[in-house]
């Protein structure tokens, strides 16, 4: 399985940006999916995720109303939108992916926001928004 995330670059605040993640090596329906980033020198931090079937997403605190998670199992792509975009949101962002062992299962959001729940990562891609 291989994760290749776009759409990263350079913003303005209160720029919008669309991050795309292509999932290879197997149907995306098999997946969880969720976004992280990093702040320089820091470890990765938890964005959003959404469940295999997209009928449940969670969205850390600070992008909790500016973001959205979705996905497109025909195209095997998860996205990320950023709206109303803030210097602060500066960071390597990538997606990652966890092996959906029970689709009868409620995941709690604990399970999503667990970095060591995914078993596939991307390589990131940069976003740098200036004020």
């Known amino acids: 399985v291989r994760l290749e995330e776009s759409g990263g670059g350079l913003a303005q605040a209160g720029d919008s940006l669309r991050l795309s993640c292509e999932l290879s090596?197997?149907?995306?329906?098999?997946?969880?999916m969720g976004w992280f980033r990093q702040f320089p020198g820091k470890d990765k931090d938890f964005v959003a995720s959404?469940?295999?079937?997209?009928?449940?997403?969670y969205y850390k605190a600070s992008v909790e109303g500016r973001a959205v998670i979705s996905r497109d199992d025909a195209k095997n792509t998860v996205y990320l939108q950023i709206n109303n975009l803030k210097p602060e949101d500066t960071a390597v962002y990538s997606c990652?992916?966890?092996?959906?062992?029970?689709?009868?299962?409620?995941?709690?959001?604990?399970?999503?926001?667990?970095?060591?729940?995914?078993?596939?990562w991307g390589q990131g891609t940069h976003v740098t928004v200036s004020s």
């Open positions: 990652a992916a966890d092996i959906v062992m029970s689709r009868r299962a409620n995941y709690l959001e604990s399970y999503f926001t667990n970095i060591a729940m995914y078993d596939f």
């Open positions: 090596g197997g149907p995306l329906s098999d997946y969880h």
């Open positions: 959404i469940n295999w079937n997209g009928d449940v997403t």
